[in-house]
């Protein structure tokens, strides 16, 4: 059974960090590429990053570019997400998620529909 557990979220201030955490188990994602999401209350799921298999590339939603950094560690199956000054709209549930269709392929998509495995999800809260 395929399970993606995320950790990390919390309450933080604005202007504070925080850095996310997605391990993966019962299969390895080494080939495939990972990502973050998140969705906050009354809106709609939004990509934030992703990162190929050879962590060559990446791709952050433009609105977010700067502040986030999405990392992966192969060897240990778990795709991070930093997060620098955070801002109170950053408030959401953050999903990770997992391709597992494309093995080996360098390709990189923002929509949710590209992804095969999805976390159940971490909350971020940022008071102002």
């Known amino acids: 059974q395929v399970q993606l557990v995320e950790s990390g979220g919390g309450l933080v201030q604005a202007g504070g960090s925080l850095r996310l955490s997605c391990a993966a188990s019962g299969r390895t994602f080494s080939s495939n590429a990972m990502g973050w999401f998140r969705q906050a209350p009354g809106k709609e799921r939004e990509f934030v990053a992703a990162?190929?298999?050879?962590?060559?590339?990446?791709l952050y939603a433009n609105s977010l570019k700067g502040r986030f950094t999405i990392s992966r560690d192969n060897s240990k199956n778990t795709v991070y997400l930093q997060i620098n000054s955070l801002k109170p709209e950053d408030a959401a549930v953050y999903y990770c998620a997992a391709d597992g269709s494309r093995s080996g392929s360098d390709f990189l998509g923002s929509g949710a529909y590209e992804y095969d495995y999805w976390g159940q999800g971490t909350q971020v809260t940022v008071s102002s």
């Open positions: 990162i190929s298999y050879n962590v060559r590339r990446t």
